[in-house]
């Protein structure tokens, strides 16, 4: 349980940052938001790597993204990086990428 726990903590932001996606409708500020979000909560907690999970995760969800696009796969309305995607969700995944290294770490 106490493994579960630590899990839970570690995606609150994840789980902030979802939650903003409905009530910030202009991309810029909810991208400067999800970067402060994810600042703030390398502050609170930063693990060797962390850093360099976060820039490997956005820019590889960047290239994916754009590929899913491309192919059909996926559509976004809010299309404000390159003309193809929210600007904020590379910084989604970017800290989702965190979330998944500290969880792969805890549960091992």
Request: hydrophobic share 60%.
């Amino acid at each position: 349980m106490q493994k579960a726990w630590k899990i839970f903590l570690n995606s609150i932001p994840v789980l902030v940052m979802i939650g903003l996606i409905p009530i910030v409708d202009n991309d810029y500020i909810l991208a400067i938001l999800y970067l402060g979000i994810t600042i703030f909560s390398l502050f609170i907690h930063k693990a060797k790597n962390d850093i360099l999970v976060f820039v490997f995760g956005f820019i590889v969800m960047i290239i994916s993204e754009s590929i899913f696009i491309s192919t059909g796969v996926e559509t976004f309305i809010r299309n404000s990086l390159f003309g193809l995607m929210p600007l904020w969700l590379p910084f989604l995944w970017g800290y989702g990428f965190i979330v998944i290294k500290r969880s792969v770490q805890i549960l091992d």
